[in-house]
């Protein structure tokens, strides 16, 4: 059945897309033939595998990249974007599916930054604007916060806040949920409704089914860079979106718990800072076991990235002691830690996880690169380490064109399936797994869980933290919950009492 919009000029469209294609120069055919109306006021969910183009169909509405064919129409009318002044003047604004924010700015010059585009420069104004912003959305920023000191999910938010600053109708909203807790999300989406209600139009790309169903008025599926189907969503369960976004999905085996052993990780009583010295983690103990994993539940904030940093070796420990496979690892260098066994899959991937520059087979050989195969007497086997990069990108289906394509031309899932490779194949006996699928189609966040389990199953110890619930469910033997910087509840998955621990991650236990 041909279901495609055909008129771009009729004015339900806030925009239209006729027959959109765009080629990379190394030959990926990245979307191909798009024809797709987005309605006025309307939420229109976009879901597709890691790779079916979305990102680059929105940095096309955007400006940022422009079709080698095809015409975009905004509120019925020709639009060619030159760049992406145009779609702003348009009112378009987007979210970008990796921050863009300057790290080394706090809340308030990020947002003045935006702002002096158009022709703000007052900072009284600024935060006036900020304060306006964050209330609507209820959420607390304090203006002054350094980006790269707040933990991820609150730099998503900024981001979203940064944009309601300014005067925009239509909003392009890369993957804005994948590192936000429920809770969270919960609150990002009365934001939705309000945005909605008063006119907006909203194109929300996201790989969870429960969000686009529960969110959006209709959904479309991509998939190898074409529209496989629009649906309005009261016609959608998650089972259709999951048979549209993938093809032949097996439905997942049955999770068994670990048995676990001896102690890997042991922290005792630490106390450690954040940036601004305040006490981020304080007087927390945690022990994680071999062949266990422990999930760390709790909403953004209360100390998850510093406890974290602290066991990696990025951050002071103030007091207390972290041993790792029984050799005392507090306050030690990172290599030193990865030496003992540490693999790390961190939240900030562009930051921490790869080198974007470099090509896949440089950055999955980053960690090995002094040790034989990949170097003999100091003298780099180029040629063990393409191989390796083959094996791997084989192994963990990441969708590339060549071995050595640099890393920034993968899509966002892609570089997080690449963290993830090379960090489950360097033989570590105790992984941190930051987030480890957000941003992964559920295929692919299949097969990482898949590789956790196994890799538990092998005796390493894992230490899950993650702001998706369902996923520390699903995997963890034990779950612990952190508040205000302690374990405030431990639970275990059978017979959970999902209330308890909801309230226990909003401190209330
Ligand atoms: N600048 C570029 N140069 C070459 N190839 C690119 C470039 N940008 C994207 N691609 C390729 O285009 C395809 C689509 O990428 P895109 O980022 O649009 O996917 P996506 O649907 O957003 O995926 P994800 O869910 O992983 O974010 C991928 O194969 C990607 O490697
Ligand atoms: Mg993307």
Redesign the pocket.
Same mark, same amino acid.
């Given at each position: 059945m041909d279901n495609r919009p055909s008129d771009p000029k009729k004015e339900d469209y806030a925009i239209f897309l006729k027959e959109i294609t765009k080629t990379?120069? /190394?030959g +990926?055919?990245? /979307?191909f033939g798009i024809t797709l109306g987005i309605l006025k006021g309307e939420v229109h969910a976009i879901l =597709?595998? /890691? =790779?079916? #183009?979305? +990102? +680059?169909?929105?940095?096309m509405i955007s400006g940022i990249l422009k079709p080698d064919s095809g015409e975009i129409f905004i509120d019925g009318k020709s639009a060619k974007m030159r760049d992406p002044m145009d779609a702003s003047r348009l009112g378009i604004g987007m979210v970008h599916?990796h921050f863009t924010l300057i790290p080394e700015f706090t809340v308030r010059e990020n947002v003045a930054l935006v702002l002096a585009e158009s022709g703000w420069l007052d900072l009284k104004k600024v935060d006036a604007k900020i304060v306006e912003v964050s209330e609507k959305m209820g959420i607390e920023i304090d203006p002054e916060a350094k980006i790269e000191n707040l933990p991820v999910g609150k730099r998503q938010l900024v981001e979203i806040l940064r944009l309601l600053c300014r005067d925009v109708k239509i909003l392009l909203l890369?993957?804005p949920t994948s590192v936000l807790t429920p809770i969270e999300v919960d609150s990002f989406f009365r934001i939705i409704r309000d945005l909605k209600s008063s006119g907006k139009t909203i194109v929300l790309?996201t790989?969870k089914m429960k969000e686009a169903l529960k969110i959006s008025d209709r959904v479309t599926v991509?998939r190898g =860079?074409r529209v496989i189907r629009t649906v309005p969503t009261t016609e959608a369960d998650e089972a259709l979106l999951a048979s549209l976004v993938v093809e032949g999905l097996a439905a997942p085996p049955v999770v068994k718990r670990g048995t676990p052993g001896d102690p890997i990780l042991s922290i005792d009583s630490i106390i450690v800072k954040d940036d601004r010295g305040r006490t981020a983690v304080d007087g927390l103990s945690l022990v994680v076991r071999a062949g266990e994993i422990v999930g760390i539940a709790g909403v953004a904030g209360n100390g998850q990235k510093e406890l974290v940093e602290a066991i990696s070796g990025l951050r002071r420990v103030e007091s207390g002691i972290i041993t790792l496979s029984s050799q005392d690892i507090t306050n030690k260098s990172t290599r030193f830690i990865i030496e003992k066994g540490l693999s790390y899959i961190p939240e900030d991937r562009m930051h921490r996880g790869v080198v974007l520059t470099m090509g896949i087979h440089d950055n999955l050989a980053l960690k090995c690169i002094e040790r034989p195969p990949m170097s003999k007497n100091w003298v780099i086997d180029r040629r063990s380490m393409i191989n390796y990069a083959e094996r791997l990108i084989s192994d963990f289906s990441i969708?590339? &064109?060549d071995p050595c394509?640099s890393v920034?031309?993968? &899509? #966002? #899932?892609?570089?997080?399936k690449l963290i993830i490779a090379r960090e489950l194949s360097n033989g570590g006996t105790f992984l941190i797994a930051e987030q480890p699928t957000a =941003?992964?189609?559920i295929k692919a966040s299949e097969v990482v869980h898949q590789r956790l389990i196994d890799l538990r199953s092998r005796g390493a110890g894992i230490l899950l933290v993650s702001s998706d619930l369902d996923e520390i469910i699903k995997l963890s033997d034990r779950i612990c919950v952190m508040f205000g910087g302690k374990i405030v509840g431990e639970f275990f998955p059978e017979n959970l009492d999902l209330e308890r621990l909801s309230r226990a991650m909003l401190g209330a236990e």
């Open positions: 990379f120069p /190394n +990926t055919v990245a /979307n =597709g595998e /890691n =790779g079916a #183009g979305k +990102t +680059t169909l929105l940095r599916q890369d993957e790309v790989h991509l =860079g969708k590339a &064109s394509m920034e031309n993968l &899509s #966002g #899932g892609n570089i997080q =941003g992964l189609d």
